[in-house]
């Protein structure tokens, strides 16, 4: 089961609003990633976490906050967002071991379309 | 830094054609990973294949193929005998380490499309 699971597929939210969007994985993966993909370019990863601990922050604007409750979940809380910030989120996950570069593949999710009004 | 060039932005075949995506990659590292993933307007990035710097072998997967050469710093992708389902943005990607993560740096992407 190569699968990554990604809820909502659709998300529209004020600029108000608090939403969540959700990453499953059940690979046994202990790395997991969050891109943000906008039209006509290649995604831009955002966060990764390893061993359920954040590894890589890219400079991500504080409105996006990751929390990864365990080894087969990802969420990313959106709190305060703006137009620009409508995108496909990605969700990624692939094998990971401490010390050692290993080049895994990452595995895709179908993505979450979020429209910010 | 690393980088990934696809130049070619957009291609359009007519079916059964074949075809090659080009991509031209930059690193520092003597240990690095390249990969092509393919994404169809559903939107999900569909991993195709990963090579790694010590093996130069070309490879086949029936209608694509792969070519890797490391004195060219070239990774092409060719598919054989298009098909319409083969409509899809390419993206190749290199991988690297950062903050004691694995990190993949991607190609702006190549559109194909492939007309019947």
Not at chain 2, 82 to 111: M, N, P, R
Request: glycine letters at 6%; charged letters at 20%.
């Amino acid at each position: 089961d190569t699968e990554v699971t990604q809820t909502p597929k659709h998300l529209v939210m004020g600029m108000t609003n608090k939403k969540s969007l959700k990453c499953e994985q059940h690979m046994g993966h202990r790395a997991m990633y969050w891109y943000k993909q906008k039209a006509k370019k290649p995604p831009e990863l955002m966060f990764v976490y390893s061993y359920e601990k954040l590894s890589i922050n890219e400079s991500v604007p504080s409105r996006f906050s990751p929390e990864c409750p365990n080894s087969s979940l990802l969420n990313l809380h959106l709190h305060a967002l703006q137009p620009e910030d409508s995108a496909l989120y990605l969700c990624a996950s692939s094998p990971t071991f401490s010390g050692r570069f290993h080049g895994y593949e990452q595995y895709f999710g179908p993505g979450t379309r979020l429209t910010v009004t | 830094a690393q980088k990934v060039t696809q130049a070619q932005t957009e291609i359009s075949v007519v079916e059964k054609e074949d075809v090659t995506l080009d991509c031209v990659y930059e690193t520092r590292d003597t240990t690095y990973y390249l990969f092509w993933y393919k994404q169809p307007p559903s939107g999900e990035l569909v991993f195709l294949i990963r090579r790694n710097s010590f093996d130069e072998q070309n490879e086949i997967s029936g209608r694509y193929s792969w070519n890797f050469q490391k004195s060219t710093s070239s990774f092409n992708f060719t598919i054989t005998a298009s098909q319409v389902v083969d409509s899809a943005v390419y993206f190749c990607a290199l991988s690297g380490i950062q903050g004691g993560s694995e990190k993949l740096v991607f190609g702006k992407g190549t559109k194909l499309t492939v007309n019947p």
